[in-house]
């Protein structure tokens, strides 16, 4: 083994360290020890003449190791691993100690903290002995891209790439494309007509010889990692045949949608049993007919529009379904279109109109002569068959909150404006592709704010509502967004893949197969020719569960030796 | 219970000259910058609100549009431009016909035609009497103004004019009397001592007389004006109700003639610059202008100018025809404006107004002392 030459950098981050922790301190106590070739403290090591400042040394002092004492390296580790090979040296022989988070951010006493300091940093020193050097590996990136749904976010995501010149595999469920939206009449705030954005798209999408579409089909499994992922197609023709068909892609676009909430579970509301109470989508239908009225046939004198059905609501669903708001709107101006003698109530919790023109919209809305009625989020509203000397069919009793007065809202026709929910298949989709869904079951973002259109599985994007409640711009644009991304890593050509990895040592492997089962991202395949396991490095994101778990001891955690592990604690413990 | 919404009610009182109610969404600037907000009184967002759902009733047993006086500054704050202040006013009118019994006052505020041709009819009914008073009963002649063989002797116009005064006070009187009925008597929750309506009586002539609670208004003018023409107008009433015989006899008496004088000129004034106001709809309070307003107007200005023209003739130019003339058409302008106007329109606010002002403060006594009541018989509450 070559002589151990340390350099050990200690980062002031300005005061940020620095009032807690006597870094000069730390410094002396680390240059004493064997190996260390340097030690320096720096105002902010992150900064180009910090990152300078190490280059340097590595190249003068001939460095084959770096430790710097610094932030989480979570912040900075890429910073750091990077002045290395820009000093000459693998990125992989460079150890952060977190002394600010873990450290001085959470000490008062200068003096302890300062010895936490000096015991973290002494970990790094012993850790960064038991080094090596990795490489990152690469693999190909298979151009073609399978996209999961035909509704507006799939087909706009399918178009995006396939005008790029590539092969999308579109996969529909059923017979048709459009999705929840082709049961949509006009569209709010603009009021222009959903038939007209969809047929576009269809249009388009059944003309792109680069798409292959595939209706009454649904992805069977998915097998492979980016770049390189197998999917089976099952899909069912006319004559109830199945049919089963392979295909070859780099990247997946999850597009399943979302379903309403079913309006029957809430009684108060007497879906189901009063015949005039209908869900937003039996009124979509009334609309596409071009005939609004009651289930007499007669036109309502009075219509109400109820809000947040199954949605913001403890007892179903907490969150806030996005669209209504601005569909009940549209509702009303679409009943005041057709009979501007008919009285709309519009009863709501709370009125979003965040969007751009929705304001406007809620204000013209307004004009028209709605009368909006305010409840509370977790009071709910009672329907009742009217009596038979009331001018109307059926009574909404409520506490209406601006007047503080509890009331009854004559209805001939209530319209319930039902939330959106996870699909009740979200969870076997979420399986399939392997990615995260949340309580509520809608499918994980990698970062909510910062990277809303991957997943926790490289190569997995999601758009549109199966993500969450969304309207139809924001759909579109998470598709365009996870068209981008997808063709950024086709322009690419080859996938970069991080040197630290689970590695199978198949001598030592007996084939139980217990870590097949354990890998949370699918990343390690049997070969049942040799009947031995083995980890495909572009899957694995070295959580070290298969190490941990493997009974024989045959998994070795690049980066996480057993060795690294413990100098490490005996480090900290010294 | 729950009260039954109404939504057809907002399309009524836009006959009453209510406009984009339907706008407002309640964010309460309105009664922010309201001088006269507060609680009990949420002016003039209550009524608003109420008026959007159509509660009939509240509406009807609610005094708080008498408590506003209209200055405008609610509606210029409104940011959805639902005109508040213009919601009040229509609020009044509907209240005033809603105080009238005999459903001449609804017909009058919804069809300014109805009303139009009621001030034609009294007008011409005037014109009749007189002349038959002045022909056939006292055998007068044109050329006499005043004195002996007069066309319209003293006595006989005094008569006439008492008749109407304790007509129009008993029909004002019924109509108040409705108006506590609706917003006090039948309500059973409240609780209102007799010595609270006593000591507060005196609220009635001082807001009669001087509209104090006007003067509060951030905006000065519009008070200034409003009292002008109707401390005018009260001056004129007592000189010709009181002292008509001295108002006509051939001497001018300065002691009554001086005030006649000057409330001739408050009323002209005042009269001009409200129509000046309402042509040019610059300030908030006259940009809107119902029917009823126009008539009211023009009455007064009418009866003012031709009663310059009668005095002017008589005393001045010794024209005693053309001063009876003059004082036919005055006579001709002023019935109906009484007898139209205090009953079953505009003017009928002269009672309602200082009504309300004196409700406001005994529900307020009443209110405050059931809240008091209420915090002693609540147990006390031991400290945890």
Known sequence: ?574 | MAIRVNPKLIDELETYGAADVQNCYHCGNCSATCPFSKEPFVIPRRSMRNLQMGLEEKLKGTFEPWLCYYCGECSQQCPRGAEPGETMMSLRRWLTSRYDLTGISRLFYRSWKAELAALILVSLVTMVAFLVMGFSLGHGSLGVYAGAGALFPDHLVHILDLALAGLLAAVLLTNAIRMWWLTTGRNRNLHISLWSYVKNVFLLPYHFLFQARYSQCEKKLPWLTHLAIFLSWVTMEVLVILLLERFHSPETVWAAHVFGYLATIGLLGGTIYAMVGRVRKRETHYKHTHPTDWMFLILIAGAAFTGIVQHASYRWLGLDSVANIAYLIHMMFVVPLLAVQIPFSKLSHLAYRPLAMYLATVHTDALASQQAGAAQTEPVRLAA
């Open chain 1, 1 to 574: 083994m070559e002589e151990l030459k340390i350099g050990v950098f200690i980062c002031n981050c300005g005061s940020n360290i620095a009032h807690h922790v006597d870094v000069d301190a730390v410094r002396e106590a680390v240059e004493a020890m064997p190996g260390i070739a340097i030690a320096r403290s720096y105002k902010y090591m992150c900064s180009n003449p910090g990152q300078e400042m190490i280059a340097r040394d590595i190249r003068e002092h001939q460095l084959n190791r770096v430790v710097v004492a610094a932030c989480s390296p979570r912040m900075h580790e890429k910073t750091f691993r990077n002045a290395c090979r820009n000093g000459g040296l693998n990125p992989y022989l460079c150890e952060m100690a977190n002394i600010r988070e873990q450290c001085s951010w959470v000490h008062s006493d200068q003096l302890a903290a300062t010895e936490k300091a000096k015991a973290l940093t002494n970990a790094a020193i012993n850790r960064v002995r038991y080094h090596e050097p990795l490489e990152s590996l690469t693999a190909e990136m298979c151009p073609a891209t399978l996209v999961i749904g035909g509704g507006i976010a799939g087909l706009t995501a399918a178009l995006e790439l396939a005008d790029a010149a590539h092969q999308v595999y579109l996969v529909e469920r059923t017979a048709t494309l459009g999705g929840n939206l082709a049961r949509v009449d006009l569209t709010a705030p603009h009021l222009d007509s959903a038939r007209d954005l969809l047929t576009e798209r269809i249009t388009r999408v059944r003309a792109n010889s680069r798409i292959t579409l595939m209706l009454n089909s649904e992805l069977q499994s998915l097998a492979g990692y980016v770049g390189n992922y197998a999917a089976i197609i099952r899909t069912k023709n006319g004559s109830g045949e199945v049919q089963e068909r392979k295909v070859d892609v780099g990247n997946v676009v999850v597009a399943t949608g979302y379903q309403e909430f079913d309006a029957g579970r809430i009684t108060h509301y007497g879906h189901g049993k009063l015949p005039n109470v209908v869900t937003s989508f039996e009124f979509e239908q009334m609309l596409r007919k071009g005939r609004i009225e009651t289930r007499h046939g007669k036109l309502p004198q009075y219509a109400a529009i109820i809000h947040c059905v199954g949605s913001r609501n403890k007892e179903f669903h907490p969150y806030c379904s996005r669209v209504c708001c601005m569909t009940a709107l549209k509702y009303a101006h679409e009943l005041k279109s057709a009979n501007p003698a008919c009285y709309v109530s519009d009863i709501y919790v709370d009125m979003h109109a965040f969007g751009k023109g929705h304001e406007d919209f809620y204000k013209t809305t307004s004009e028209v002569k709605t009368l909006f009625l305010m409840f509370e989020k977790n009071e709910r509203p009672v329907v009742r068959k009217a009596g038979p000397n009331d001018d109307c069919e059926m009574l909404i009793e409520v506490n209406e909150t601006l007047s503080r007065e509890r009331i009854e809202i004559p209805a001939d026709l209530i319209i319930l404006m039902v939330g959106m929910e996870a699909r009740a298949d979200s969870g076997e989709v979420a399986r399939l592709v392997n990615i995260s869904q949340d309580q509520e079951g809608w499918f994980m973002e990698s970062h909510p704010k910062l990277d809303p259109v991957a997943t926790t599985t490289d190569g997995i994007y999601i758009a549109g509502t199966c993500a969450a409640p969304k309207d139809i711009p924001d759909t579109v644009a998470q598709a365009r967004a996870a068209a981008a991304r997808i063709l950024g890593k086709i322009a690419k050509g080859k996938i970069e893949i991080d040197g630290v990895f689970a590695e199978v040592n198949e001598d030592r492997c007996s084939g139980c197969r217990m870590c097949n089962e354990l890998c949370p991202y699918s990343a390690i395949e049997f070969n049942d020719q040799t009947r031995r396991s083995h980890v495909i490095p572009a899957a694995c994101k070295a959580c070290g569960a298969c190490v941990a778990a493997c009974p024989s001891g045959a998994i070795k955690g690049r980066h996480f030796t057993v060795e690294q592990l413990h100098a490490q604690i005996d480090g900290v413990l010294a």
